[in-house]
């Protein structure tokens, strides 16, 4: 469970040439233990069949990638997705809401909903929200009002 754990948490964050680095230190703290083979179930099916519909090839890589953001999401609140124009990042996350929506009730899955915003679009005081120095009065920040509306969902 340790070991799932720490890939789970820590794969996603890496980049391609870390993980050489990571899968050694794994071997050398757990020499015994196989890695641990996960069943994805429905979940994989469900994001095979939204790939077809959205006329995405539903490629092992990119597939892989749809697993590392949803057990980041079971970890985190919140997230942010970086990588290359073009990478998949859009993709990847609506593929994974589509997917987890579409088996609404099945297992702990629910319908997923997703709030997107650029960070360095606006100010830290615009995204967090800051007191009004002449009215000292607190202006409650886009990620405040976002995660308000969640709450009342």
């Known amino acids: 469970m340790l070991l799932r754990a720490l890939r789970d948490v820590n794969v996603p964050k890496f980049l391609k040439d870390d993980l ?16 641990p083979d996960v069943d994805r179930g429905v979940l994989l099916e469900a994001v ?16 892989e990638k749809v697993f590392q953001l949803y057990d980041t999401t079971v970890v985190r609140h919140g997230l942010m997705i970086v990588g290359p124009t073009g990478g998949g990042k859009t993709s990847c996350y ?7 929506s579409a088996l609404n009730g099945v297992d702990d899955y629910h319908k997923t909903n997703y709030h997107v915003l650029n960070p360095k679009s606006i100010t830290m005081d615009q995204l967090y929200g800051a007191l009004d120095p002449s009215s000292g009065e607190w ?10 509306n969640c709450s009342k969902d």
């Open 48 to 63: 095979k069949n939204v790939c077809k519909k959205r006329f995405l090839q539903s490629i092992p890589m990119f597939v």
């Open 94 to 100: 609506k593929v994974l809401a589509a997917a987890q």
């Open 139 to 148: 202006n409650d920040g886009i990620a405040a009002r976002i995660i308000g």
């Open 20 to 35: 050489p680095l990571f899968e050694n230190i794994i071997i050398d703290l757990f020499p015994t233990t196989k890695k």
